[in-house]
Nanobody
Framework: QVQLVESGGGWVQPGGSLRLSCATSGFTFSNYGMNWYRQAPGKEREYVAGISLAGDRTNYADSVKGRFTISRDNAKNTLFLQMNSLKPEDTAVYYC??????WGQGTQVTVSA
């Protein structure tokens, strides 16, 4: 049974940082590219970042480039998203997804003063 479980969300002030994790099981993690998406209230889900199987290639949405870093630990079957210099517009539910289109349940990130 494929499972993706996000954690690490919460409330943070503008300019702060959070690190999201996505613990996975039920599939061979190192064989799949992985992605982060987010969905803000009243908006469509949008792509945030992606990472290759070995973690040597990454890609980011323009809105987060230079502030967010995606990484993975294939030995621990875990995906990460380091988020720095957070802005109120980063407020959303953040989801991880594997290349076979399995999604986690999401973790809420709220950025406000």
């Amino acid at each position: 049974q494929v499972q993706l479980v996000e954690s690490g969300g919460g409330w943070v002030q503008p300019g702060g940082s959070l690190r999201l994790s996505c613990a996975t099981s039920g599939f061979t993690f190192s064989n799949y590219g992985m992605n982060w998406y987010r969905q803000a209230p009243g908006k469509e889900r949008e792509y945030v970042a992606g990472i290759s199987l070995a973690g040597d290639r990454t890609n980011y949405a323009d809105s987060v480039k230079g502030r967010f870093t995606i990484s993975r630990d294939n030995a621990k079957n875990t995906l990460f998203l380091q988020m720095n210099s957070l802005k109120p517009e980063d407020t959303a539910v953040y989801y991880c997804k594997n290349a076979a289109n399995y999604w986690g349940q999401g973790t809420q990130v709220t950025v406000s003063a």
